[in-house]
Every structure is written in structure tokens, then in C-alpha cells.
């Protein structure tokens, strides 16, 4: 059976969403297929807040150099522009649509400071902002009944044929059924794929399985090397504390008991980018100055029980729960962990990917607005600007599309792939083979990048590609058959990471996250471009794209 849509959605968090309610305004029928129901989308984990220069004092244009800056140049700065100009509209529009916000005392939208940012501009709602968005996104999708959801659908094959997309082949979890879903448009919008590391702030489902799809099918992944690391993690599960913590006044301490952060970066202290406090940190660690679970601590107590206590309800629980300790009177051991892909399908300001028919908007998708290093505050606010683009363009694009010609060979041709993993009899188990993987990131493609751990990276990730070929799952049911779905997210992984490790190993400077110890400076005479990768039989084919600079030339980054 094939199912219909002039444009469908894969992902409900809030750039799937956001384009799905564009779309569907744009006046065309619109379908959203999501493998988790679309409240528990990674969205709803944010924590810390969204940028918007609302403040009279601020402007837009602050907000753009601090973007760029934070970027390390590598960011498109007419994509940048967009991003900012409407990020004001945006929060107002999310506001409206039921988004319950911290208020200042005299009744304005509360903001609290950022990293990398030169004023205080991040709105928020205590620590639990992507939770607050998604569900007034979510209720306002749901008053339209013209959206239809599939929840509990995992797409599993993207079909592009006759130079354009033809639509998506998706697995209902249920079931275990395979159906067609023929759609002029796609949009891709996927989320995450943090999981590609051990150590991550990103939840279990973060498996990039859009970026791989759209990949496989022939679309560009740009800029996949620059992974960022959010600083103060807990140690053991990386869960995350949000920066919000420190721009509520959280400190940073070593065990000597000094505040570092003055060394590294003497204006901005601990409100530095991430990639730097990131490096700090393990840079104490390494030089013997952490504690003795490798960690540092951030500190909280001078800002009062009652302000933590109601600000940051959320990470003073995480604290009590899963490190044990009481951030009212104690410091939190934090490390930095894997917490944000910059890279992604590569697209152009319109969300358009190199294949018609075919977009891309949230972390799934490369704009790029966030170059080599992505502002915190910033992702929530491109997943409403960039989702809504997404799902304006390819409603206009659908207008004017032939029907699709999605059938049952496209069908039949993804059935047989997942038949073939079912009813494999012997071979390795998804979960060895993505601890292994895992491993590999966390020890050898991390905040700082060395290159012979690269190139043992880029042998290790092959070999565990061409292991995965004999992927075997125990579970042979159809019912809810998570060690199934588990096989074909390590798919995705896979390829994903031999991507980053390609681009990383490649790419010899150091820029934003991106750090080689052999390469310890910025190069933008040969550097100053996108990576772009393709697949080909014989792996990532790697080019390379111009950086669109309008009003700011690079300079020495300092904070
Ligand atoms: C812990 C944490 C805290 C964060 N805090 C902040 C913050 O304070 N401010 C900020 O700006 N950013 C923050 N970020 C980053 C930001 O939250 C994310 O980048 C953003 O929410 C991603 O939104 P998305 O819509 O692209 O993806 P998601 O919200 O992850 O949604 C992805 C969707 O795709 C669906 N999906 C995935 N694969 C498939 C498939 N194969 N088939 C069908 N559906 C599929 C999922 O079901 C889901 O609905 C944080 C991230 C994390 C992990």
C-alpha cells in the first residue's frame, strides 16, 4: 500500500513540526512521519533557552557578529542574517502560540546571559525551554486537522529517482509493517545524531537517520568534522548542565581552587563559546589540576538556594540524582561530552538540499548558520526560523510538482534490506558493534583531534562498516522489534561517522570545535570553506564550498 502527501515530514521535534504547520498554511496536504511520539523528540530535552535580540539595548546586528565570532567565520553570513532578523518574531510567535516564558519583574520576557554572547538574550522558561516550545508547537499543529502524524513510523529508505525525491519508505514500529509514503516534497528533519558517540548529551534516538538517508540517496553532508562538546556535563552519563547554570552566575573551579576560566578567556570567563571552555577543561584535567574522577567543578552556591532552586529546577534534580550531590551547597563534577552536530545535510537559505524536491531544517540540516561552532540558545531558534522555510519552500515546490511515481519495487527493495537482517542467522550484535563504534569516537575523534587517532579512527570506523555487514539481531518478531530498529540506526551511525572522521582528517587546521594538535592554527587561506561529502562505492568523496562573508572579515577570535 502506498500512502499520499504533496509534502511529507520525517521528524515531529520542532523543526519538523514547525515545517509541517508552514506547509500546510501554504494550503497543501501535508503528512509527518515520526519514529517517537512527537513530544519525546530531542527538542524537549533543551534546556537553557532561545536567542532573540528583543531587548531595545540589543540589536540584531550584535547578535549576528556574536553568531559569526562564535562560528570562527565558517558560518553563511546571509543565513546567519536571516536567522537573527527573525528570531525576535519568532519567540512573539511561539509566545502566542502558548509557549509560557520566564517574566522580569516588570513584565517583560525574562532573559539570562549566554556563552559567546555580548548581551543577555537568551528568553527562557527556567530550564526546560525545548519542552515549553515543542508543546505550544504541538498544540497548535493539533488544532489543524488537515496534518496527519504517523507516530511510531521510522523511515528507512529515501526514494529519489527521475532527479527528484519520489517520497519515503517507513517501518511502523507496531507492526513491523513496511509501507510507501509517496510525497512530491520531503522535508527532512531528523534531529541529532550525537549517538554516534558514547559519551553525549543526546538521547538514545539521536541516531542521525535522516542525514543518512538523505545521504545514501545522493544529497551533500556539509561541515560533519565540527562536533561540538557541551562543557559541563555529569561525569558517567553525560547529562547535560546547561550553560543557562552559568549564565545564571555559575562558576568554574579547579582543584586547586582557582577560577580558570580567567586564563583562558579573561573577558567572557566561563561565558566564553563552548569549543573554548570545552578545551579548557581538558586542558585543567590533563595538566593535573582536575579532581581525582577527572573532573572540574561548577559552582553554584554563592547564587543563593532559592534563585537555583527556581531557575534551574531541573539540573539541581539531575545533580541530586545521578551525581549524589546537593548543588545548593556543593560544587557539580562537570566534564565536557558530545552535545551538537554543526554539520548536516548541506542546504542553501531557501532549506533546499542539491536534490529537487528534496529539504532539510534543524540539526539534521548544515545551513550553515553555526560555521565551526554552534551558540548555545541558537539551535532551538534555527529549528522554528529554518523549519518554517523548509516547509514554505517545499509546499511552493510541491504546487508545482508531477505526482509522485513511489511503488512497490521501492517498496519491495527496502523490505528486502531489513528481510536480510531478520533472517541472518549468525553475526555480530548491533549493540557490540555500536559500543565499538562508540568507543572509537569518544577516544579518538574528541575536543582535541591528534593525527594518528584520526587515521586509526578512519580504520577502525571501516572495519566495523564492513563488520556490520553481518549485523544479526536475537529478536526476530515484528511487534515492537527495537533490536531491529537499533540494527538499522547503527547503519546510520556508521556512516556518519566515517564522514566526520574523513572531514576531520582532512581538514588541517584548527577551527571552532574542530582541533588538530598537529595543525594548532587557524588557516583561512585554505580553509575558509564548507566540506561537502558524497557518497560513492568507494566512501565519502570529499569537495569543497565557498564561505559566504558579507559585512565581517575574519579576525582573531577572543573572548
Ligand atoms: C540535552 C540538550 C539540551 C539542549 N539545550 C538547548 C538549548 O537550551 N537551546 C538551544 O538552542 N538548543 C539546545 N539544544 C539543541 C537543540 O535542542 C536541538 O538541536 C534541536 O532541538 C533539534 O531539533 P530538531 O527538530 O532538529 O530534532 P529533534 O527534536 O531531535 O526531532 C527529531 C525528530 O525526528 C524523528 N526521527 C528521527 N529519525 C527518524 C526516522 N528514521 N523516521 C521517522 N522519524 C524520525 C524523531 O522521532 C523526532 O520527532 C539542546 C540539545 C540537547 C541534546
Known amino acids: 500500500m502506498t500512502i499520499s502527501h504533496d509534502v511529507l515530514v520525517v521528524g ?11 506547509a500546510f498554511r501554504s494550503g497543501v496536504d501535508v503528512g509527518v512521519i515520526s519514529k517517537l511520539h512527537p513530544l519525546r523528540s530531542h527538542s524537549g530535552a533543551a534546556q537553557g533557552g532561545i536567542n532573540a535580540a528583543l531587548d531595545p539595548k540589543d540589536s540584531v546586528k550584535d547578535h ?11 558560518a553563511d553570513q546571509d543565513c546567519v542574517e536571516i536567522l537573527c532578523k527573525e528570531a525576535g518574531p519568532t519567540v512573539i510567535e511561539m509566545e502566542h502560540m502558548g509557549t ?3 517574566r522580569a519583574p516588570d513584565g517583560s520576557l525574562d532573559r539570562r546571559a549566554f556563552g559567546g554572547a555580548s548581551y543577555n ?5 527556567a530550564d526546560r525551554t525545548g519542552l515549553a516550545l515543542l508543546q505550544g508547537l504541538y498544540e497548535e499543529v493539533g488544532r489543524d486537522p488537515r496534518v496527519r502524524i504517523y507516530e511510531e513510523w521510522d523511515a528507512i529508505d529515501l526514494v529519489v529517482r527521475e532527479g527528484r525525491v519520489q517520497g519515503v519508505v517507513a517501518l511502523q514500529r507496531k507492526t513491523g509493517k513496511i509501507e510507501g509514503f509517496a510525497a512530491k516534497a520531503v522535508v527532512i528533519a531528523t534531529g541529532p545524531a550525537g549517538r554516534v558517540y558514547g559519551k553525549t548529551t543526546n538521547s538514545h534516538e539521536s541516531t542521525g537517520d535522516g542525514c543518512s538517508l538523505a545521504y545514501r540517496a545522493g544529497a551533500y553532508l556539509k561541515d560533519m568534522e565540527f562536533v561540538q562538546f557541551h562543557p ?14 552559568r549564565g545564571e552566575g555559575g562558576i568554574l573551579r579547579n582543584s586547586k581552587g582557582e577560577r580558570f576560566m580567567e586564563r583562558y578567556a579573561p573577558h567572557f570567563k566561563e561565558l566564553a563559546s563552548r569549543d573554548v571552555v570545552s578545551r579548557a577543561i581538558v586542558t585543567e584535567v590533563k595538566e593535573g589540576r582536575g579532581f581525582p574522577d577527572g573532573t572540574v567543578h561548577l559552582e553554584l552556591m554563592h547564587l543563593g538556594k532559592e534563585k537555583v532552586e527556581s531557575k534551574l529546577q531541573e539540573i539541581v534534580a539531575y545533580a541530586r540524582t545521578f551525581a549524589g550531590i546537593d548543588p545548593v551547597v556543593q560544587g557539580i563534577p562537570v ?7 554543526m554539520g548536516g545535510v548541506s542546504t542553501n537559505s531557501r532549506a533546499e538540499t542539491n536534490i529537487p524536491g528534496l529539504y532539510a531544517a534543524g540539526e539534521a540540516a548544515c545551513v550553515s548558520v553555526h560555521g565551526a561552532n554552534r551558540l548555545g540558545a541558537n539551535s532551538l531558534l534555527e529549528t522554528l526560523v529554518y523549519g518554517k522555510i523548509a516547509g514554505q519552500n517545499a509546499a511552493e515546490y510541491a504546487k508545482k510538482a508531477s505526482a509522485s511515481t513511489l511503488g512497490p519495487t521501492d517498496i519491495d527493495a527496502a523490505t528486502s534490506v531489513v528481510h536480510q537482517i531478520l533472517e541472518r542467522k549468525e553475526g555480530e550484535s548491533p549493540a557490540k558493534l555500536r559500543s565499538e563504534l562508540q568507543s572509537t569516537m569518544d577516544e579518538l575523534v574528541g575536543v582535541y583531534r591528534h593525527p594518528d587517532d584520526l587515521i586509526n579512527a578512519v580504520t577502525r570506523v571501516a572495519q566495523l562498516k564492513e563488520r556490520y555487514r553481518s549485523v544479526v539481531v536475537a529478536d526476530k518478531s515484528t511487534v515492537y522489534n527495537l533490536n531491529l530498529m537499533e540494527a538499522i540506526e547503527l547503519g546510520h551511525l556508521l556512516d556518519l561517522a566515517e564522514v566526520i572522521v574523513t572531514g576531520a582528517l582532512a581538514r588541517t587546521e584548527s577551527r571552532g570545535a574542530h582541533v588538530r594538535t598537529d595543525y594548532p592554527k587557524r588557516d583561512d587561506a585554505k580553509w575558509m570553506k564548507h ?3 558524497q557518497i560513492t562505492k568507494e566512501g565519502p568523496s570529499i569537495s569543497y564550498l565557498p564561505v559566504t562573508v558579507t559585512e565581517y572579515q575574519p579576525k582573531e577570535r577572543a573572548y
Open 12 to 22: 515531529a521535534g520542532l523543526a519538523g513540526q514547525r515545517a509541517a504547520l508552514q
Open 64 to 74: 549576528i557578529y556574536d553568531t559569526v565570532k562564535g562560528s570562527d567565520y565558517l
Open 100 to 102: 509560557i516564558f520566564n
Open 121 to 125: 538574550r537568551t528568553i527562557y522558561s
Open 232 to 245: 559541563t556535563c555529569l561525569p558517567h552519563t553525560s547529562i547535560l548542565i546547561t550553560e543557562g547554570a
Open 335 to 341: 566534564f565536557p561530552a558530545q552535545h551538537y552536530m
Open 531 to 533: 566540506t561537502l561529502a
